[in-house]
């Protein structure tokens, strides 16, 4: 029952800025990580951002600085702010969250479906 879907991905100069969305939804009792992750034409997919339930946040190298990581607990949403946007940041990008269910005593990873971001010289 539980889904995250993902809002806000589209096409963008350099430079340029764009804000994605993710949302959980179904039978959840807890959220602990939250994350954003990419990937790239022909190549493996990576970290961009991750947040703790108590806010604590990481980045990759390439995101610091540019990048921020939100989430709001009472919505069950994930935000990836995203400023300074370069061609190397043309990827899909994929919400993840760490859930636990209802009637569960054990958290799993949930992935959005994906959403495009292209980033244009």
């Known amino acids: 029952q539980v889904q995250l879907v993902e809002s806000g991905g589209g096409s963008v100069q350099a430079g340029g800025s764009l804000s994605l969305s993710c949302a959980a939804t179904?039978?959840?009792?807890?959220?602990?990580?939250m994350g954003w992750y990419r990937q790239a034409p022909g190549k493996q997919r990576e970290v961009v951002a991750v947040?703790?339930?108590?806010?604590?946040?990481d980045y990759a190298d390439s995101a610091k600085g540019r990048f921020t990581i939100s989430r709001d607990n009472a919505k069950n949403t994930v935000y990836l702010q995203m400023n300074s946007l370069k061609p190397q940041d043309t990827a899909v990008y994929y919400c993840?969250?760490?859930?636990?269910?209802?009637?569960?005593?054990?958290?799993?990873?949930?992935w959005g479906q994906g959403t495009q971001v292209t980033v244009s010289s």
């Open positions: 947040i703790t339930s108590g806010g604590s946040t």
């Open positions: 179904g039978s959840i009792l807890s959220i602990n990580r």
């Open positions: 993840n969250a760490n859930i636990k269910r209802y009637g569960s005593v054990r958290n799993l990873d949930y």
